[in-house]
């Protein structure tokens, strides 16, 4: 089968899939990306740049959506190269937060589009904009607000299926869209990610942080330390927790940066709220390990005693995920996306965001009742094995590729594509690197799984009237870690958005 993936930081949200195709054998795969160091052998890479970034004079609410159809265009240029070489793919798989999908269906009219749709923004209650009482909106950004929506209602309207990683995320769209969004909950490789029940029998250690097997270890995990996480919450809950419990240590994994929210106009938060507690918290026990590799990141959750997952009503993170199939004794917020994931008092403690003491009252229960917290970790586990294998996502997700391609061949049949006229002979597959002038098919023998796939490149340019010949090029593609845990060069999915008023990046764990 032919695959095409769009996402404009390779692999994204399809590092797993894309694996499991490639270990699977018998498929062409082609990603239509940015440029980044990410590298899956057996994949052909498509390389698009963008032009220009927004323009001062496009209004705050449309300079995303502004965005999104210049990386439309210059995501059709290269995917126009990829047809002109003879490439048709059955079936086209991206992201649609960024506009990279837009005009695909110009470009291979009658091929199913399957899209995936992250989150739709709201200014009512019940979501993340106005959430937290610390942080107002101001009135004047509920327009931006909803003019981010611009791209996730081009994509609801134009031909293609969707998906989406939990009922929350879907609920969160109109209902008039909801029948076109599946929900196909994202996977954990369980045998990787998994409990060591000797992890506490000795001494453990995180870059210079040691802790001994007599101590207690809370762990908190974001990408960015930040309020849209709970930061801010989670560290006044523990001049109580560190009070009450003289044995516990802290680590916190994520950086500095600003991943949800606004930025403040100076210093970090954790610069902020260390200010803030200033004698109220031994320093000694509160460590801040930055990001980690992701081997030592699955060794601290598997030497957690409590692990703290917070987050505003948005999207759920990877982290969470992997705190399950790691078996942590977890305090979580009551909000809707953990609610989804953790049953209070049965797999895990849920306390409210905003509430300090509250959240401090859960961590010191299940470091004080060592049996409720066994039996939360064995029950949080099983719930992971029973919601969150990797190899029953992946099967589904074929499942579900399989039944669009399936529904979608008699309108595939009506609407001949001018490919049918320039498809290769059995044998062609594209050239490791052309440009979007190179169109002419090149025999090369099939990849090996050692080798590593090197970029297809195509400089895309939108049409010349749209764009000033001299525009600076963007860097809007920022690199994001999972959960905040920096991996092998081949394993970092990112994403990022900018909000109204604040800067947003969504996507893998560590959110």
């Known amino acids: 089968m032919k695959y095409l993936f769009i996402h404009q930081n390779f692999p994204g949200q399809y590092l797993h899939l894309v694996r499991h195709l490639v270990q699977a054998g018998g498929h062409e795969i082609v990603f239509i990306s940015e440029d980044n160091v990410n590298l899956i052998p057996g994949v052909r890479r498509v390389i698009y740049r963008m032009p220009r970034h927004a323009t001062e004079q496009t209004h705050p609410g449309a300079r995303e959506f502004d965005l999104g ?126 409990p060591d029940p000797s992890a506490h029998r000795r001494k453990f250690s995180i870059k210079d942080v040691h802790v001994s097997p007599k101590e207690k270890l809370i762990t908190y995990v974001s990408r960015d330390l930040e309020p849209y996480r709970g930061f801010h919450v989670f560290m006044r809950a523990l001049p109580r927790i560190l009070k009450e419990c003289p044995e516990a240590r802290v680590v916190m994994v994520g950086g500095d940066g600003v991943s949800y929210g606004a930025r403040l106009p100076s210093g970090t938060w954790r610069e902020k709220l ?120 992946l099967t589904q997700y074929e499942d579900l590729i399989d039944r669009l391609i399936a529904a979608h061949k008699p309108a595939k049949t009506a609407q001949p594509t001018v490919s049918q006229n320039s498809t290769p002979r059995k044998g062609k597959v594209l050239k490791d690197t052309v440009t979007a002038e190179q169109a002419k098919p090149v025999k090369a023998a099939r990849q090996s799984a050692s080798r590593k796939a090197a970029p297809v490149r195509a400089t895309a340019k939108p049409a010349a009237q749209a764009v000033p010949k001299k525009a600076p090029r963007t860097a809007h593609a920022a690199s994001k870690t999972a959960s905040s845990v920096t991996k092998a060069k081949d394993v970092a999915p990112t994403r990022s958005v900018k909000s109204a008023g604040r800067s947003k990046k969504v996507g893998r764990a560590g959110s």
Request: aromatic share 10%.
């Open 69 to 194: 159809l210049v990386r439309a265009d210059a995501v059709a240029k290269a995917a126009g190269t990829l047809k002109t070489l003879g490439f048709e793919p059955d079936i086209i798989i991206g992201h649609h937060g960024w506009g990279e999908l837009l005009n695909i269906q110009d470009v291979f009219p009658g091929v199913p589009v399957l899209g995936y749709f992250e989150f739709y923004y709201h200014a009512e209650p019940g979501f993340d904009v106005g959430f937290d009482p610390e942080f107002p909106m101001d009135p004047a950004m509920m327009p931006l607000v909803r003019a981010k929506n611009a791209i996730n209602l081009q994509a609801l309207t134009s031909p293609g299926y969707g998906q989406t990683p939990t009922e929350f995320q879907k609920s969160a769209y109109p209902d008039w869209a909801q029948d076109k969004v599946t929900v196909l909950r994202e996977g954990v490789d369980l045998e990787q990610c998994c």
């Open 274 to 393: 260390l200010e803030e507690l200033a004698g109220e918290i031994d320093l000694s026990r509160i460590h801040f390990v930055g990001k980690v590799a992701y081997t030592d990141f699955l060794a601290l959750l598997q030497r957690s005693d409590v692990h703290v997952y917070l987050t505003y009503p948005f999207v759920a993170s990877w982290s969470l995920r992997e705190a399950m199939a790691a078996g942590c004794a977890i305090v979580g917020s009551a909000t809707a996306p953990v609610e989804e994931f953790i049953e209070d008092g049965v797999t895990g403690r849920l306390v409210p965001f905003t509430e300090p003491d509250r959240i401090a009252e859960g961590v010191l229960e299940l470091l004080t009742d060592t049996r409720t917290a066994k039996k939360m970790r064995q029950a949080v586990r099983a719930e992971a094995e029973r919601t969150l294998c990797m190899k029953a996502y």
